[in-house]
């Protein structure tokens, strides 16, 4: 499979701060890939390069194939969606969407029925007429992305297109954005510091931290094998434990937490006996009264509070050195008697807790 | 309430410093008020004086708009006086029981009594006199001695005169015309008015700009950027002063003789102070120091002995009897006269 | 009922101040331009005070020149000033901002007449100017730079700047940078994202500068009189002489009326050219 985008080696320095350290990354043809990292983290400035408006340090940007050094914004296959979208309020929505294509000299009547093919596209037909102002929050968006979409680019970037919008409409636009990536086939780049919106839509994510990648997957990966704490710690919630590392055997890792329990857990890193290291837990891979259950690792912790959500129920429980541990509760009626105060019995399969050393 | 009572105190205060400090506000032309001579006077008589520079149109007009209020004392021309007092009654009768008439040159006193005469009344007396005429460097335009010289290809980009009346006078009577006994005659006036536009268009590229304010053509004279240009004599005379080659040269046409005034406002508020200020102006030392720093003339009978060689010597240069009695003085204008040149003024600023 | 008493109530101060202000003193101007001049002559009412203006051409004529030369000197000053704009309100550093703004209004702090004198010391033919060319040997000649409808607009334009810039710097500075990045990223051109996006956004800011601009130009009496020299006869000039020369305030009134109302229009018909509203602007 060839790809849409190779990034080799690339840097970028505002006088002494590295924004960008050292970012490898390739994206093939037709799929979605997103950076995920925190506020402030240099995602912003990566795509900013790509699309031209910032010229790297050091690095090679190549789009599919070709070197992109020196060549002007206008001049790359790549169209933008930005931050906070950059609709031009002084023209129609058609006359927004139609931008790109008069500037390619496209003729009247292509520009016609290509800009109410895209608006059918992204659902909104008939709209082309309506003034900017006039759009909601949603709509907005849908117009940005078919501003760039009408301009059939190599790679569309998307720099957080729906951190202006409220939960709902998101949890909508983070589905349709996906189905319509599938529809055009066009390869997109997306940015966001939201993790579920990078798991949902992607089909690779790079975890991005302090300029740097930590790690490049599937969702699947990045939640299940994380290389790092911070990817552990990043995507999806996760408890962490701190304890000291006992014996190592197959594999796998005896540690004894700080309020003295026993655990079995797997490391990606190599450990050595007195080691101190952090377990990272999942709160769905902690199960509620697991019985006699071959090989599970047990222990017992106190109930403070039944936090309901829905699907998304769980518990806050305490260990006896005061250390706060999230367990998932299941939504069937077995569980209905659990309150805060009581007591419970919890354990979890060794694959599922994940050991890292710590620094401290 | 405190702050009342410093209210109250305040414009108690305001009034009586106005009240305490009589003023005397004239509205005169540049240089006629020498700052050591309101000095003097204001010690003299305690009288503040307010000075405001005008000339003889905008005067008219100021007056006008508040009919005659505003101003304890004007200066304007003789020549300008009765068709306004007729029309507008701007100003209010001279009461020559307060005039020193010993002080004054007494066939000018008669003269300007007689010009300003309406319904039997006379108008104004006189304060000093000049001429209109030629300002020639003598270097670049020797021998230039006609207002026909204004329109000569020799001088060309080097001639500056106003778009004024005086241009439109002087051109009438070097186009062979008697102005003045045409002023009776508005058709016949108007037809010269009409030859004098066709001159002064068709004479457009010799001049290098219409002036307007004075100090400004004199500096353009000094920097010889002109050569001839039509002035009143103390300007020539005062670049005399610094340059030989520079001066004033009474045109063989006859320069345009002028007498300035003093005339009290319709509306004056101290008619007292004013002629307190006539009386003063006119008292030979005063007279004297006035004419030796402007170089103008007064109708002051004996500031003569006590007026500078050099100013002398100007007058007998520039004005020998012959011109003197060439002169040719500004009779009182009809009403009218004035539109009708305006539009001609226009006309020959406007065109290409 | 009770909210139309109100809205009578809070409007009928404003309505007085206007009328006091403003209306009332232009009554008498008003009443004044539909007599004849002579009041011995005849007392009543006329037109010919207005109708001279379209009989006779010199003063249409100055009318037309007067309104060509503020409408050159209003777009000269937009073009100079857009770019001093930009600069000042997305490419200077915050805190030049202000002393580019005080710069500006340097020139202002003299009165007009000392600042057109000025130019005359610097341009004419003994002047500045004249002298370091010569001295520079870039002429052999002084020649005389005043007097000349451009040095005219020139003194206009300078004059001008601030009342352009001010207006344009607001506006350019609530144009969100990504707008243009937008329009790059789609593949505009400079010269597009100017005509397309920068200029569309700051119309409100240009209108109302060239309104302002226009109106001071053609209202201006000492740049055009003074710069201008022999040729130049302004519509202001003509104003004045026809109170002050010629004594004919009637004339003179009905001049300053007509150059209200063809002014008005003039802005009026700007307006709808550019398909906007007085009100947009304004705000
Ligand atoms: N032009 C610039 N000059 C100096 N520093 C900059 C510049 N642009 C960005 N930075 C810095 O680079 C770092 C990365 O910025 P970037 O905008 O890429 O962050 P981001 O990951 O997009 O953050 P966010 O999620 O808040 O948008 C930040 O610390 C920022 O302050
Ligand atoms: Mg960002």
Redesign the interface.
């Known amino acids: 499979m060839d790809n849409d985008l190779s990034i080799r080696d690339l840097v970028k320095r505002f006088g002494g701060f590295t924004a960008v350290d050292h970012v490898d990354f390739d994206v093939p043809k037709g799929s979605f890939f997103s950076i995920l990292g925190p506020s402030g983290c240099g995602k912003t400035t990566i795509l900013r390069m790509v699309a031209g408006f910032e010229e790297p340090t050091s690095g090679i940007i190549e789009i599919r194939g070709k070197n992109m050094l020196g060549v002007a914004p206008n001049q790359r296959p790549v169209n933008l969606v930005f931050q906070h979208l950059a609709l031009f309020p002084m023209m129609n929505v058609r006359e927004n969407i139609a931008f790109g294509l008069k500037r390619r000299k496209v003729t009247g009547a292509e520009i016609q029925t290509r800009v109410d093919r895209i608006l059918e596209r992204v659902g909104l037909p008939g709209f082309g007429d309506k003034k900017i102002h006039q759009l909601s929050g949603g709509q907005k968006q849908r117009v940005a992305i078919a501003r760039c979409l009408v301009l059939e680019p190599s790679v569309l970037l998307l720099d957080e297109p729906l951190g202006a919008l409220d939960l709902k409409l998101r949890e909508r636009m983070k589905v349709e954005l996906k189905k319509l990536q599938n529809q055009v086939g066009t390869t997109f780049i997306y940015i966001t510091h939201d993790q579920s919106e990078a798991l949902v839509m992607s089909d690779q994510v790079a975890v991005m931290n302090k300029g740097r990648f930590e790690q490049i997957g599937t969702p699947q990966e990045l939640y299940g094998q994380p290389n790092t704490p911070f990817v552990a710690g990043f995507v999806g919630d996760n408890n962490v434990w701190p304890g000291t590392v006992n014996e190592v055997r197959d594999g796998e890792a005896v540690m004894r937490t700080q309020d003295g329990v026993v655990f079995r857990a797997r490391s990606r890193e190599t450990l050595a006996p007195g080691d101190r290291v952090n377990l990272f837990l999942r709160p769905e891979a902690i199960l509620i009264d697991p019985g006699e259950a071959m090989g599970y690792n047990s222990f017992e912790v106190a109930i403070r509070a039944v936090l309901f959500d829905g699907a998304n129920s769980r518990l806050l429980t305490v260990t006896p050195t005061d250390l706060e541990i999230l367990v998932t509760l299941p939504q069937n009626q077995l569980f209905a008697h659990l309150e805060p105060g009581r007591t419970i019995t919890a354990g979890w399969r060794p694959e599922a807790g994940i050991l890292f050393r710590s620094d401290g | 309430m405190k702050k009342i009572v410093l209210l109250a105190a305040l414009v108690l205060f305001c009034f009586s410093q106005a009240a305490q400090a009589e003023t005397l506000k004239i509205l005169t032309w540049k240089g006629y008020a020498p700052k050591e001579l309101v000095e003097k006077f204001e010690k003299e008589t305690k009288v503040k004086v307010e000075v405001t520079y005008s000339n003889n149109e905008e005067m008219i007009a100021k007056l006008r708009a508040t009919r005659g209020a505003g101003f304890d004392l004007a200066q304007p021309s003789q020549d300008r006086i009765s068709s306004v007092q007729e029309e507008f009654g701007l100003y209010q009768p001279m009461d020559f029981s307060k005039i020193e008439s010993a002080l004054f040159v007494a066939s000018m006193l008669e003269a300007v009594k007689k010009n300003t005469l309406v319904k039997g009344q006379a108008y104004a007396v006189p304060f000093c006199w000049g001429t209109d005429g030629l300002i020639v460097n003598g270097e670049k335009a020797a021998g230039a001695s006609s207002y026909n010289d204004l329109l000569s290809e020799k001088y060309k980009g080097r001639v500056s005169y106003r778009v004024k009346r005086p241009t439109l006078i002087a051109m009438g009577f070097a186009l062979g015309y008697k102005p003045f006994d045409l002023y009776a005659d508005p058709a016949a006036y108007q037809a010269m008015l009409d030859k004098v536009e066709k001159t002064l268009i068709a004479a457009k590229p010799m001049v290098k700009n219409y002036w307007t304010n004075g100090d400004a053509l004199l500096e353009s004279m000094r920097s010889g950027e002109v050569f001839v240009a039509m002035a009143w004599d103390n300007g020539g005379w005062k670049l005399h002063g610094e340059n030989k080659a520079i001066d004033f040269v009474a045109p063989k046409e006859g320069a345009l003789g002028w007498i300035d005034t003093f005339a009290l406002p319709a509306k004056a508020e101290n008619v007292a102070a004013a002629y307190k200020w006539i009386n003063f102006m006119t008292k030979p030392e005063n007279a004297a120091y006035f004419t030796n720093q402007e170089k103008t003339a007064t109708a002051s009978k004996d500031a003569n002995a006590q007026v500078a060689a050099d100013f002398r010597s100007n007058l007998e240069r520039c004005f020998p009897q012959a011109a003197v009695d060439n002169i040719k003085w500004y009779p009182p204008v009809p009403a009218k006269l004035e539109s009708m040149e305006g539009t001609v003024l226009d006309k020959i600023k406007a065109a290409q | 009922m009770r909210a139309k008493a109100a809205f009578w109530i809070f409007l009928a101060p404003v309505l007085a101040w206007l009328l006091l202000l403003i209306v009332l003193p232009h009554i008498d101007l008003l009443v004044m331009s539909f007599r004849s001049?002579n009041?011995g002559g005849d007392p009543g009412w006329t037109l010919v005070n207005y109708q001279r203006f379209f009989i006779?051409p010199?003063?249409w004529?100055?009318f037309v020149r007067t309104a060509i030369y503020s409408t050159i000197t209003t777009v000269i000053t937009f073009f100079l000033a857009m770019p001093v704009a930009f600069y000042i309100a997305k490419a200077a550093a915050v805190r030049l901002r202000g002393f580019l703004l005080i710069l500006l209004l340097l020139p202002f702090w003299v009165s007009e007449l000392v600042r057109v004198y000025g130019w005359?010391i610097l341009l004419?033919?003994?002047g500045v100017v004249n002298y370091f060319l010569i001295r520079f040997g870039l002429l052999t000649q002084p020649v005389?730079m005043?007097?000349r409808d451009a040095t005219m607009i020139m003194g206009l334009v300078y004059s001008s700047m601030l009342f352009m810039v001010v207006p344009l710097v607001s506006v350019v500075e609530s144009l969100?940078d990504?707008?243009i990045?937008?329009?790059?990223?789609?593949?505009?051109?400079k010269w597009?994202i100017w005509w397309?996006?920068i200029i569309?956004?700051c119309?409100p800011g240009i209108t109302s500068g060239s309104i302002v601009v226009f109106m001071l130009s053609l209202g201006n009496y000492m740049t055009p009189?003074?710069l201008g020299?022999?040729?130049?006869?302004w519509f202001t000039?003509?104003i004045y002489?026809?109170?002050?020369?010629?004594?004919?305030?009637n004339q003179g009134a009905a001049f300053g009326f007509l150059l209200l109302l063809l002014s008005s229009a003039i802005i009026w018909a700007g307006l709808r050219l550019s398909g906007q509203k007085l009100g947009q602007v304004a705000s």
């Open positions: 001049r009041p006779e010199i003063y004529r100055t005359m004419r033919e003994s005389e005043l007097y969100d990504a707008l990045e937008a329009a790059y990223d789609l593949g505009a051109g597009t397309r996006i569309p956004h119309k009189n003074l020299g022999k040729n130049s006869l000039e003509q002489n026809q109170f002050i020369a010629s004594f004919n305030w």
